[in-house]
């Protein structure tokens, strides 16, 4: 088994991904507040949809929460 992990710059793992465990080691990661819709209930429909069944599509999170963990 093998693994690919996601780095930040100073090189604090993210995520790992066991290849044994998933189909594809990519994953989406939408930046809720760098995006937009026609109203606010379409915005939050729209990241639901990424996030069911367990993340299946993705990820979503703030730019300042994805900068703090980037450090």
């Not at 992990?5 to 994953?27: A, C, M, Q």
């Amino acid at each position: 088994m093998f693994a690919t992990e996601i780095v930040s710059p100073k090189g604090k793992i993210v995520k790992r991904y066991n290849h044994k465990d998933v189909k594809t080691p990519l994953e989406c990661l939408v930046l809720s507040d760098c995006t937009g819709a026609t109203d606010k209930g379409n915005h939050d429909a729209a990241l639901k949809m990424i996030t069911m069944q367990g993340g299946v599509f993705g990820a979503h999170a703030s730019s300042h929460a994805l900068i703090e963990t980037l450090g």
